[in-house]
T-cell receptor, first 113, second 114 residues
């Protein structure tokens, strides 16, 4: 029973265009959401996060949108660069006080030059 | 200068053996975690220690035992290895156990049980 799902295993976009990665969750008690990025043979690295009291958070080229009623969040990368090619994991937390993260299965993004 | 390091990077062993994976962080963090990435690529938390105290203990077979000798180390010992234990294991650390502090991950240990 996966509480965090990334239904697109892969995404391919052209350099300079927008990349949109999607994530759905089932637990309405989740109150904090994060995106991690992972290159091959490396561990995930934190990218951006959003609290459930917000619907948008922006950091440079990266913006995360949260739609609580739809239990959906998305990561927008504009403009996409070849160095953004990686696996992107969505994660959610049922409790901000324990550090417990529940991850999706990841979406592989390929940005073509 | 690696922030979170794991040894070994690859581990191939036979069923029934006992093995350990070591994790060390030099970030001065007080919370450490073990995650398992299974064949379906989901990253699932197994354990978390805060100041050497176990704070997260997910539904994991008791063949898995974490050991935290100090705040900078969290080792994972696995007894009687089974085929289903084959996975990539990631160690992570954070400044506090709150999610508002980023978790830093190690490079992973790929365990293959034959």
């Amino acid at each position: 029973d996966q509480q965090v799902k990334q239904n697109s295993p892969s995404l391919s976009v052209q350099e300079g265009r927008i990349s949109i990665l999607n994530c759905d969750y089932t637990n309405s008690m989740f109150d904090y959401f994060l995106w991690y990025k992972k290159y091959p043979a490396e561990g995930p690295t934190f990218l951006i996060s959003i609290s459930s009291i917000k619907d948008k958070n922006e950091d440079g080229r990266f913006t995360v949108f949260l739609n609580k009623s739809a239990k959906h969040l998305s990561l927008h990368i504009v403009p996409s660069q070849p160095g953004d090619s990686a696996v992107y994991f969505c994660a959610a937390s049922p409790s901000s006080n324990t550090g417990k993260l529940i991850f999706g299965q990841g979406t592989t993004l390929q940005v073509k030059p | 200068d690696t922030a979170v390091s794991q040894t070994p990077k690859y581990l191939v062993t036979q069923m029934g053996n006992d093995k350990s994976i070591k994790c060390e962080q030099n970030l001065g963090h007080d919370t450490m975690y073990w995650y398992k990435q299974d064949s379906k690529k989901f990253l699932k938390i197994m354990f978390s220690y805060n100041n050497k105290e176990l704070i997260i203990n997910e539904t994991v077979p008791n063949r898995f035992s974490p050991k935290s000798p100090d705040k900078a180390h969290l080792n994972l010992h696995i007894n009687s290895l089974e085929l289903g234990d084959s996975a990539v294991y990631f160690c992570a650390s954070s400044h506090r156990r709150s999610l508002y502090y980023e978790q830093y991950f190690g490079p992973g240990t790929r365990l293959t049980v034959t």
